[in-house]
């Protein structure tokens, strides 16, 4: 009779790899990355081989389009992802890093020294790079990675994850500082999912129906990136031609992205002077407009929005739009159905965009931009291990000072308390 | 037949008090804090007639003195309570704060803004003062608060919150800021926990059992503040006097706390010099020591210590002493035992002082200075709400800040994504 398969060998050799991480220079870490990367290309046929194997079958089990798109490694895409490990190797070292500090009043100098979490979960669906750009993060911000992903990808997963650990124990670091989860029993997501106090955070990376999963499931931490249904509002007091800009290239530069605009929030004394132009410019890139009736008394060719447009992330070219009566109208609306992702305010009153930086609710408020920008490259974090719509923690882009936490230090001359 | 009881109108209520608090001004929020401050002191007589039946019912009851004694509010306690309100308010809001401000290539200026987290969930014990302290933090931080205080200071919880809610109503903010759930039925503490989506965070506030409870039912997240098992290594380069001083301070200054040491490591080239001197000073206090074979053999009156007594919160006047090969035998013997509370070294030796506040994996590492000061007050946070041992989010005492999330602002001038 075949074992009950566990991941308790897996969780230990994640917790002592994850005690030798914590305390390894950056120059380890960064020799252990630059391994990887070699190894990667070394290895690149039978990276291929066995991704093959995984887009043959789901073509096989007719599985759509799209995810054999994500599954899919091609030569040039492992190249991609073995340069994308340099960039991480020159992004500097959180571990360490001291901020806040002050003096108190007795002399004892306090500040604060961000550490490793400690093993972070990663569960992820069909994109096999995530085993490299996850593996890679942790193992900079110091934390030893369990992978599991889906079993759409599993040949390709277990070979990354043979490469990166042959690699990353020939650079003298343990092996079990990344470990994918090769046995693709749901069971094991469980165990993984409710391993407290051995898992110290779970990230997942996929559509809905997964972050779902892991959020009903999970009894250790979890950050979680439901999806975006991003806001832009048009203010009275915005300039035309800003907004144009702007609410097209929200909607449209890459509409099957969380951070492309959803909903396009108009004020009612602009929406006789842009909302024909906006159509005009929407419609010859090929968005669909759901307008509400107050939008279609102005555009009568826009469809009829419903109730079910307004919270609906669509991740395609169509747009809800509503006229709202002000940006108080505007910030209630974004409350009711915002998932808490992206809003963007075009005005050029400079007092109301404070406000509205202030009181949208959301991980990322963007004043005269595109929603586009809430991106861990855009705003500054170097990479990014996704986008938190959980408030705890980290909200918005995660880089790898997300994927670390911070102590206290306090350094005295002999100081005790009275 | 009565009613089932539920919390979904507390839930409900709160929700929306969060969304008006976390728009009310600095001025709004204090004008409450003094509002409850005068309350206070108004129905003093109210508040110490409540608080009269649960101290009758709880010695009664036979329950032990040091219940009581937390149980107990006098009129000075209560001028006490009433007076530290006046602190929060002087403490600077920190929502709205923003930090960490860079300008991107494109001219987009990035920062981070501080917001409330939302609704918080306060599970509590004995002590009726939590509701007001606790509710106090969280409307500053403008965060909704739901409290549920123990049996058996029912009577007092349900004065003071009525108080409270009745004071923030007068002073213009929803009642519902500050609700405390009067009915001690378990099955609300479990709907609490488990109210995802509507319950943003708890921290719970007593004993290991609470905290145990709490962590193995909570489905929303959670920050616990588990015990405090800390260290005192003193180095074979630490200065005699500076090191004396430490650990007497460290164990007797107060030994009831979770920063008070319960351990004493002391590394075997100093082990013949400190360890008789430390015996002297500590037994003079009234501390039984518990040594290792290593240190029996220095000082021959210590008991015996066995494996129980490493991992020991004892909260007394008790002491494990170790003595160890040196550093990392010490950083070996933390790693294993400690419970991530507080840890310090006494050493007058630079580099290795780095290191240890490097590689201690404890919210708070001190170097030349008593364990005592991992304390809210005394590393400058003003009031604290707890000490977090919980690693994500707030790792160590958490203050006004640590009530807050942290969402991007951008800042542009048209920018959209090519």
């Known amino acids: 009779m075949a074992e009950k398969p566990t991941l308790v060998p897996t969780l230990k050799a994640a917790r002592k790899a994850a005690g ?10 960064n020799k252990a990355l630059a391994a990887i990367a070699e190894a990667l290309i070394a290895h690149k046929d039978e990276i291929l081989a066995a991704n093959q194997k995984d887009t043959d079958a789901a073509r096989e089990a007719g599985r759509p389009g799209a995810l054999i798109d994500r599954l899919t490694l091609s030569s040039e895409r492992v190249d991609g992802i073995a340069k994308s ?3 991480v190797i020159a992004l500097p070292d959180p571990v360490g890093e001291i901020y806040d500090r002050s003096t108190r009043p007795n002399g004892l100098q306090v500040a604060r020294m961000r550490m490793p979490i400690g093993v972070i979960g990663i569960v992820f669906e069909a994109r096999p ?7 890679a993060l942790c193992l900079k911000s110091g934390n030893a990675v369990i992978l599991r992903g889906g079993s759409e990808a599993s040949h390709s997963n277990i070979v990354l994850g043979r490469i990166i650990a042959q690699a990353v124990k ?24 409710q391993a407290r106090g051995k898992v110290d955070l779970v ?38 031609d800003k907004a144009l800009d702007i609410i097209v290239n929200a909607k449209v530069q890459r509409p099957g992205v969380c951070n492309a605009a959803e909903t396009l929030l108009v004020h009612k004394e602009i929406a006789q002077l842009f909302l024909p132009e906006a159509a005009k410019w929407l419609t010859a890139e090929g968005v669909e407009l759901r307008g509400c009736e107050r939008a279609r008394a102005v555009v009568p060719e826009m469809k009829e929005a419903t109730e079910a447009d307004w919270p609906a992330e669509y991740l395609d070219l169509i747009l809800a739009v509503k006229v709202v009566d002000d940006m108080d109208d ?19 009153n400079a007092a109301r965009a404070v406000r509205f930086l ?5 991980s990322c408020v963007v004043h005269n931009a595109s929603t586009r920008f809430n991106d861990g490259g855009e705003l500054g974090l170097g ?3 996704g986008i938190s719509t959980t408030r705890l923690h980290a909200f918005g882009p995660m880089g790898l000072r997300e994927l670390t936490a911070s102590k206290f230090i306090v350094e005295g001359t002999g100081q005790i308390r009275t």
């Open 20 to 29: 030798a991480l914590s305390v390894a220079t950056t120059e380890a870490k």
């Open 85 to 87: 490990l340099g960039e």
């Open 129 to 135: 790079n995530v085993v490299v750009d996850a593996g």
């Open 170 to 193: 020939s650079a003298g670091l343990p092996e079990a500082c990344v470990q994918v989860i090769e046995n693709t029993d749901r069971a094991l997501v469980l165990e993984l999912l």
């Open 203 to 240: 990230i997942p990376r996929g559509g809905e129906p997964l972050i779902r999963f892991v959020d009903e499931n999970a009894r250790v931490p979890v950050i979680l990136h439901y999806k975006g249904v991003c806001h832009v509002y048009i203010d009275d007091e915005a300039m035309i």
């Open 330 to 348: 505007a910030l209630a609306h974004i409350a009711k159905y915002s998932s808490g992702h992206t809003e963007s305010i075009v005005t050029e």
């Open 358 to 362: 202030r009181e949208a609710d959301s």
């Open 383 to 385: 990479a990014e291990i």
